[in-house]
């Protein structure tokens, strides 16, 4: 929470010494007073790993939004009949992710109320999974055909997936875009230049705290579903050659140039060094349970 308000006040001061008409400087001032204001009153810490994120929005909204979100993303996808076509492949989606919920509600019991689905989308250029506020998810056909996982490697996916939502991702997410809104909104009520309105809302939106679903966050969400893989009985050796098959799908890069993902070679070495702390989870003797999802 400190680098990304650290970051927004040294953009926003580095544009207001551009821009130096008293009026915009003015203005300025009153969106960077706002926003940090918003920022102060809700910084929250992160479940699981403590990290401080900003929260403007309750998680329980986010699940709300996303509910509607998910019945209208879906809602196409079935009428064109891409949702859930192959049996075999949708009990194995089932039965990896029933897993990966039952030590995911173990991390956050009170996710247990979560009504958590997942359905497989039939969309063969598409590599990709996701899990929305909620623990409502989706997998694309494009990341099984092409990636090609085993079970262990495609409990990494989801179990990484799965964390984002643990971590209130979507709901950090939402905020993000909130307090850019709300700084949009004061910027432009000060201005009575329309031109300088227009580059109030163009500096609200690339000053933005952070960009969502960050290479922190993923690298937060990579370490979460890593141990829920592992305890889930999915060995967290697989996260690696996960990545390098996604490394090798896409081309591979040794670059984090203007991305929300760590490269796959970077994110590669630490599940590598991670793996050998998941082992005694993985290799614990007992029955697994299995989370019952009404899809």
């Not at 926003?35 to 990290?51: D, E």
């Not at 796959?264 to 989370?291: C, D, F, N």
Request: charged fraction near 20%.
């Amino acid at each position: 929470m400190y680098n990304q308000t650290s970051n927004f006040i040294t953009r926003f001061l580095n544009i207001m010494i551009y821009y130096k008409t008293p009026k915009f400087k003015k203005a300025s001032y009153l969106v960077l007073f706002t926003t940090l204001v918003l920022i102060l009153q809700a910084c929250s810490t992160a479940p699981i790993t403590g990290r401080k994120q900003l929260l403007l929005v309750p998680e329980s909204q986010a699940i709300n939004a996303s509910a509607e979100a998910y019945v209208a993303m879906l809602e196409p996808i079935e009428k064109d009949g891409k949702l859930d076509n192959d049996p075999k492949l949708k009990a194995r989606v089932d039965l990896i992710t029933g897993k990966l919920i039952a030590q995911a509600i173990k991390y956050r019991p009170d996710t247990k109320n979560w009504n958590w689905s997942v359905h497989v989308i039939d969309e063969p250029a598409m590599v990709n999974a996701w899990c929305m506020a909620g623990g409502r998810m989706a997998i694309y056909t494009g990341l099984i055909n092409q990636i090609k996982p085993s079970d262990d490697e495609l409990a990494q996916v989801m179990g990484h997936e799965i964390a984002h939502a643990l971590a209130k991702h979507t709901a950090e997410k939402m905020s993000v875009a909130m307090a850019t809104n709300m700084a949009v909104q004061v910027a432009a009520t000060q201005f009575e230049n329309q031109q300088l309105a227009l580059q109030g809302a163009a500096l609200a939106a690339s000053v933005a705290i952070t960009l969502p679903n960050s290479r922190t966050a993923e690298s937060e969400s990579d370490r979460i579903g890593i141990e829920i893989a592992a305890k889930a009985g999915y060995d967290p050796r697989a996260a690696a050659t996960l990545w390098e098959k996604m490394g090798q799908a896409s081309g591979g890069s040794s670059f984090d140039f203007l991305s929300t993902h760590p490269a796959p070679s970077k994110r590669m070495k630490t599940l590598r060094e991670l793996a050998p702390s998941m082992m005694p989870y993985y290799e614990a003797i007992g029955e697994k349970p299995i989370y019952k999802m009404v899809n």
